[in-house]
């Protein structure tokens, strides 16, 4: 006899393992939500109601976690359900027939259920489809003078723009052939305490190269790190497939932008803006502060007629975020499964990991990938990184360890 613990963290593995014990395919399907296992917490709700979720969690042979005083008072509360996937959809169902607020949060839970189980996206952008099954990666390519990470290729070419565009289209052939699927342009620096620069300067770096990049690279999605409007439409009428957007599309007139060409997004969540951010940022509550700001940017563009399917959510490392803030969110990405759509994640050479190894942005290496395989194993989806080749070959390994 031999007892061997296992870790089942979606229905795909739990099939694996039945069928590998003899249970015929049927079998297995039925029994696979039974074996898989999720906790939810629900904060914002009577304590009648948290009984209620108790009592069927109970009936459906699972339970759930309440605070003592909402067993006899008449409180708002919070819960904390935990089942297989199995209970916690049949808890859904027994909620239908519930009060208002009820049926309300049994269809959230439901979606919340069905998304934080999601394996596949297809993200559109332009005419491009992305289907992300497993992690994708996306290249940094910066035509600045002052990028943090000292990659800036605008110190490099000097006033040379031949040199420029050479630089560029090397960089960008070496990182595609390396395995890049995106690669992402930015003209300004957004690293902590830099300046703004005028929409007119940033045209006239980014034009030139993306001109050069899109003819080449015909399918290519490339993506231009921008918050101005004006330069969204000058590199919207070059190709760009995607917009980067710091500020998370605040200005509406970048929302209209996307809308009328079907370009894609990222959303990212920043406190503060470049020149401010890293001066004392203060959360009470990180990753479930980030989660409310994209619950809010996310039915923003659905009132804009952007739909999920062109979205990747980006939580903003190291954007207004000391260390334990960015460690919190790292530990806590799988939060944001619940939206359903593809987490995207920048941890290349941060600031963070240099607190933690005493190193400068050239020697993180070692430990971005660190960082960066703990976050795939979190639920990241697509990273962005400065080291394309040796990212690739770390992810190789990652996901044959993980089935992945």
Known sequence: MNIVPL??????????IMLSLGATPAGAKILAPKGVFKSFKIEGIKSWEANILKQHLLSLGSDAAIERDALVKDIETGVLLFGSINQLNNLCGKLKDQTKRLRLLSKQLAKSLDNVQKTSYLYKARDKRLRINKPIICGIVNITKDSFSGDGLLKEAGVSVGKLEKLVLDKVSRMFKSGAKIIDFGAESSRPFSKRISSQEEIK?????L????????KLIISIDTHKPKVAKAVIEEGADVINDITALKNNQMASLLKKHNLGCILMHMQGNPENMQVNPSYNRVSEEIGSFFQERLDYCQGEGIGRERIFIDPGIGFGKLKEHNLDIINNLYQFKKFGVPIFLGLSRKSFLGDIIKKSPAGRLGATIAAELVALNQGANVLRVHDVKETNEAIKVFSQLLKK
Do not use: D, G, H, S
């Open 7 to 16: 870790v089942l963290n979606n229905q795909k593995e739990a099939k694996e």
């Open 205 to 209: 770096r980014i034009v030139p190269v």
């Open 211 to 218: 001109k050069a990049v899109r003819k080449r690279f015909k």
